[in-house]
T-cell receptor, first 115, second 115 residues
């Protein structure tokens, strides 16, 4: 069973450019999460989806961030325009029901550097 | 208020010895799940062990066990017979019940295993 697949693994871009991060969850998982990890703030939940519907986007830092899940096997996180403070590792994770005893399975992350 | 607290700044253990990583949590929900993840220097997030709030016994998974003390709201991870490959960051996380519940992470603890 393939795990959560994220692309790209590394992204280096200039301030002001649009960045799109991609995620393919594990087949059959109903939930998809986007986390951001930095040294200062640790792991922060940005947004999560249930059956392709966004449930909680309160962690999305600004309107520059947007996320979509057009179908059960694909999600994107877009930053437009990007800023140096967006530099972080972005993780996608998926899980199934029931929630309280289902671990999140993480992708390998995308390391974003905005110069 | 912080839901997950990991206060140990960094831990060192001699190879082949046991080590305990502390985690306390805060919730008023009677139904919740506690998780531990390992993040080696390569960056991936690896699920280690799960403990449910109603579980009567402490969870065990190979060399990992969870010292669950519900009244004290602590869920310490015990790693027995430490190996050099155990050197990593370790995160405690909690998921409360409810239709749509997210996984909240602690700040993490760095473990270094000495040969």
């Amino acid at each position: 069973d393939a795990g959560v697949i994220q692309s790209p693994r590394h992204e280096v871009t200039e301030m002001g450019q649009e960045v799109t991060l991609r995620c393919k969850p594990i087949s059959g998982h109903d939930y998809l999460f986007w986390y951001r990890q930095t040294m200062m703030r640790g792991l922060e939940l940005l947004i999560y989806f249930n059956n392709n519907v966004p449930i909680d986007d309160s962690g999305m830092p600004e309107d520059r961030f947007s996320a979509k899940m057009p179908n059960a096997s694909f999600s994107t996180l877009k930053i437009q325009p990007s800023e140096p403070r967006d530099s972080a590792v972005y993780f996608c994770a998926s899980s199934r029901l029931p929630l309280t005893n289902s671990p999140l399975h993480f992708g390998n992350g995308t390391r974003l550097t905005v110069t | 208020a912080q839901k997950i607290t990991q206060t140990q700044p960094g831990m060192f253990v001699q190879e082949k010895e046991a080590v305990t990583l502390d985690c306390t949590y805060d919730t008023s929900d009677p139904s919740y799940g506690l998780f531990w993840y390992k993040q080696p220097s390569s960056g991936e997030m690896i699920f280690l062990i799960y403990q449910g709030s109603y579980d009567q016994q402490n969870a065990t998974e190979g060399r990992y066990s969870l010292n669950f003390q519900k009244a004290r709201k602590s869920a310490n991870l015990v790693i027995s017979a430490s190996q050099l490959g155990d050197s990593a960051m370790y995160f405690c996380a909690m998921r409360e019940s409810g239709a749509n519940s997210k996984l909240t992470f602690g700040k993490g603890i760095t473990l270094s295993v000495r040969p």
